[in-house]
């Protein structure tokens, strides 16, 4: 089910990545609540640019992320949901993006 109203995540996450270009995102979960997601659990991609803020940078270590926005957006804008398969396969596929 899609969720066409943005519900703004505002969160705190503080991780270390080990290789560069690795973005964590935040999606919003089919029953409607709003979670951050890491490598752990169901989803982390994310896209390079300025156009999806939702997505930050974390490729240095022990960088502190503050989440605003929380939708897995495809490069065509499309909303994913908590589907991992589906959101990084086209992100990668626009040659912009990695995935964990």
Request: aromatic letters at 8%; glycine letters at 12%.
């Amino acid at each position: 089910m899609k969720v066409s109203v943005i519900l703004p995540l505002l969160a705190t996450l503080a991780t270390t990545v080990t290789a560069e270009n690795h973005y964590w995102c935040a999606c919003q979960q089919s029953s409607g609540s709003s979670d951050l997601i890491d490598k752990n659990t169901k989803i982390c991609c994310g896209r390079q640019g300025g156009s999806f803020p939702s997505y930050q940078d974390v490729s240095q270590e022990g960088t502190e992320v503050s989440f605003s926005g929380n939708y897995c957006y495809s490069s065509g804008g499309g909303l994913h949901g908590n589907d991992f398969a589906s959101c990084c396969s086209s992100l990668q596929g626009s040659g912009d993006s990695t995935c964990w």
